[in-house]
């Protein structure tokens, strides 16, 4: 087991690393308050402007230790760990989760600790944020021509805005029931009021003569 940190993976430089701590759901941000004249607490966590509950950044906790040559070599020690972490921030790569990235940075100070009159393992927290992104991009393309829908797929366990591309003329659009407002074109950008639920999503048009384009990167919970 063992993790990649901006592409460079722990095996690459002889280390091996174990999780002390696996976020494998982030921290729900739990808004309370104990009113006069009520019992326990009232939770005003539902009501965020988007109606949907957040999340605090995740940290993964690993602890690691040189291998081989490595244990002897002072010198090597250094330049490997100057090698992993030589960019604080970056993107992290779980073992246990290789389909997802995690966008993030590291949160301690790296020391090195003598275990056995050898100064070989050290401890690393990366702090990241709650959602991880997938590594491939989706994207669907169609040209269509009068009234019709077209099933979109999220394949991701969290809301995401997609880029979109839509040329022609069209009335009456709407995605999963919502209307969407347009006026002649949307040249392959994101869109604030515009995202993808987890799992199928229909865009129609009452009338529609052109070409559309959705592509994201799915998000996710866990990968």
Known sequence: MGFAWNGVHTSSIKLYAEARALPVLPEPMIITEELAGRDGFYDFTAYNADGRQHYRAREWEYRCAFE??????????????????????????????????????????????????????????????????????????????GAGSVSLSNPGTWYVKPRIYLTGAASGMTINGKPIPYAGALINRPVDWLELRPGDNEWAVAGFSGEMKFEFTPIYVWG
């Open 68 to 145: 081989g040559a490595l244990k002897t070599n002072a010198a090597g020690r250094v330049e490997a760990i100057a090698r992993l972490f030589g960019d604080y921030a970056g993107h992290l790569i779980d073992d246990g989760c290789v389909t997802v990235r995690w966008e993030g940075v590291v949160a301690n100070q790296i020391n090195l600790t003598s275990v056995a009159r050898a100064m070989h393992t050290f401890g690393v927290i990366i702090r990241t944020q709650p959602f991880g992104e997938g590594l491939t991009t989706v994207t669907y393309t169609r040209g269509v021509s």
